[in-house]
């Protein structure tokens, strides 16, 4: 008995060292002062080889679309919506339509219009799906913080 509870333990426990948490995505953000009153965020995300994320930009129906949205302050406000690169746009058939996404890696901007000078913190928050040709993973959530100088 004491053998199959040895055994047992050792089974449970290498499979957790074997388990992998899949993270195909590292974001990156940035922020750049444009001009006394302005500044651009960058948010970028790069991806693994055979793995994307989707535009901001589907139709409902599909996967989870990218969103961005920034914490309300009085220091700042948003200049227009969150613009993106040109994505790649292909018919998925785990969708049954077209859908628009990204590879490799991508750089989303924000314009800020600036209230005051000085350094400014900035926060917000990103949702996104990402998938491959066999899977897709959960969406996820996460929070960033930029610092516009």
Not at 71 to 80: D, Q, T, V, W
Request: proline residues 5%; aromatic residues 12%.
């Amino acid at each position: 008995m004491k053998t199959f509870f040895i055994t047992l333990k050792f089974i449970c426990m290498s499979s957790f060292l074997f388990a992998q948490v899949l993270t195909p995505v590292k974001w990156s953000y940035a922020a750049k002062r444009t001009s006394k009153t302005e500044a651009v965020i960058l948010l970028k995300a790069t991806i693994e080889n055979g793995w994307h994320i989707y535009s901001q930009h589907l139709a409902e129906g599909g996967p989870v679309k990218t969103v961005f949205t920034f914490s309300a302050g009085n220091n700042y406000e948003l200049s227009g919506k969150t613009t993106e690169p040109t994505p790649v746009t292909k018919y998925e058939k785990a969708f049954g339509m077209e859908v628009s996404y990204f590879e490799n890696s991508v750089i989303f901007k924000q314009r800020i219009r600036l209230k005051r000078t000085g350094p400014l913190k900035i926060s917000g928050g990103i949702s996104y799906m990402t998938c491959n040709a066999e899977k897709c993973l959960p969406p996820d959530d996460l929070s960033f913080s930029v610092l516009i100088k």
